[in-house]
């Protein structure tokens, strides 16, 4: 583990982040690469045209050499700017990936060990970090520790591995296992045991031995905080500099990165806050997500995102025309910030609550990059202003204006600030600009300390 632990019990002070830990645990610093990294999320089996749900068993399948498809849009992260390659499932899935038969082993749609070395080499001579997707709250049923489990009862030597409750179960009868929200394909492990912390910990480290920088941790919401608690710092042992990204939809993320470990949690409310507020025009319900965003900086860096593989993309719900806006508040407040593949395109695609019914946010990509469009180029400016103020990673937001069509943050400590301005509505607006000198990107007219906003504009200043 990485710094000095506090002592048993005490409130430890880790650079601008303070936690209250319990005895025997401690919350180390987040590595400090983190400060510059910017993730490029890819859902993979979408991304090379892999069949979602394929017909023949995993044991069966033949090996398909795709992982290619992904090294061969590197360039383009680069291009953006980004350096960060989130990766979503890539281990052996009976279908999405979600439902894990083996973490050990690269799912045969998308390739080998070979591929995947291959694709974490052509990242990191790039200078682009990768960071793995890992299922850890359940596996897939077909997980061949749960097929023993169902042939053998409780006599299985992989029955401590699940989450069964066997009273008054009979042999012939169907294993009483917890599952994931009502899904029976995916079978909870045992996050009481030691079973189950014992796997993730070495599925984590054969991993990072492989060269990944870190992971995100999939519905960490359904997993007791003390089991990431007991699992995170076994593993920062051997790998002290790797990061962890807990998926947290909903619950105290401060209290579960605290009591966790975990170095981040998703941003879901200022995602739903973005989506939200620009998309019913009523910027107050932002404002309002920012400020809360902003009391979350005295525990963590939460990861923050305006699209990803499992919601309705961001040109969609917010509309085409406010795409730029949505990725002007990403990249200009606190936080670790993610771009879901293909929204710096303005891509589209709506979630649907049906079997398939995200397929259209998870598409197949082109082999070769499309030629950049103005979202596109507007990205590239954001990223490289993030990219010039790193500080942006830790700083507070103010709310400097506000009105249902039309609002300024700025975003500074003691010695710079950003200005992000935003104008929803069909005609002209005024605002105040905030002590900012300078349009860095988007487009507006400042003059006299007073940023006019075309209609539907948007604008990002500095002092």
């Not at 070395?117 to 997707?133: F, S, Y």
């Not at 960490?220 to 947290?248: H, K, N, Q």
């Not at 401060?254 to 009591?259: K, N, T």
Request: aromatic residues 8%.
């Amino acid at each position: 583990m990485s710094g000095p632990a506090p002592s048993p019990g005490t409130a430890g002070t880790i650079g601008a982040v303070t936690t209250d830990t319990a005895p025997g645990q401690h919350r180390p610093h987040e590595p400090a690469w983190v400060e510059h990294v910017m993730w490029w999320h890819v859902y993979p089996i979408g991304f090379v045209g892999a069949e979602v749900r394929p017909e023949t068993e995993v044991v069966d399948r033949p090996v398909e050499h795709r992982l290619d498809r992904i090294a061969g849009w590197l360039d383009h992260v680069v291009d953006l700017g980004l350096n960060g390659l989130l990766l979503g499932p890539v281990f052996a899935s009976s279908t999405h990936g979600y439902d894990t038969v083996d973490h050990f082993r690269i799912d045969p749609r998308l390739g080998d060990d070979d591929d995947f070395d291959r694709l974490v080499t052509a990242a990191h001579e790039r200078g682009v970090r990768v960071l793995l997707d890992g299922v850890f709250n359940h596996v897939g049923r077909e997980h061949p520790a749960f097929r023993a489990v169902e042939d053998l009862g409780p006599d299985a030597d992989t029955a401590r591995l699940f989450a069964v409750d066997w009273t008054g179960w009979s042999p012939g009868q169907p294993v009483p296992v917890r599952d994931f929200e009502g899904h029976d394909i995916l079978v909870a492990l045992d996050h009481e045991g030691a079973a189950a912390e014992d796997l993730v910990v070495d599925v984590m480290a054969h991993w990072l031995a492989r060269g990944v920088d870190g992971w995100r941790l999939d519905a960490a919401y359904a997993v007791p905080p003390a089991f990431w608690a007991r699992v995170l710092p076994r593993v920062r042992e051997r790998f002290p500099d790797a990061w962890f990204s807990g998926e947290v939809i909903h619950g105290d993320a401060a209290e579960v990165a605290r009591a966790s470990t975990m170095d981040s949690t998703t941003q879901y409310e200022l995602w739903q806050a973005v989506w939200h507020g620009i998309a019913d025009r009523n910027l107050f319900e932002l404002a309002h997500a920012v400020e809360r965003h902003d009391e979350l900086l005295a525990t963590q860096v939460p990861t923050t995102f305006i699209g990803n593989h499992d919601v309705t993309r961001i040109a969609d719900a917010v509309g085409e025309r406010f795409a730029g806006h949505a990725a002007a508040v990403l990249f200009t407040v606190a936080g670790t910030p993610v771009v879901y593949a293909g929204d710096e395109y303005g891509w589209t695609g709506v979630k649907e609550e049906r079997e398939g019914g995200d397929d259209a946010v998870r598409p197949t990509f082109p082999e070769v990059p499309p030629e950049p469009t103005d979202l596109t180029h507007a990205y590239e400016g954001l990223v490289a202003l993030r990219r010039r103020h790193p500080w942006l990673h830790r700083a507070h937001t103010d709310v400097v204006h506000l009105a249902n069509t039309a609002l300024v943050l700025r975003t500074a400590t003691a010695d710079a600030a950003v200005v992000t301005a935003l104008n929803l509505a069909d005609e002209p607006v005024e605002l105040p600009a905030a002590g900012a000198t300078r349009v860095e990107a988007g487009g507006g007219d400042l003059r006299d300390g007073t940023l006019r906003l075309p209609a539907g504009g948007w604008a990002v200043l500095t002092a």
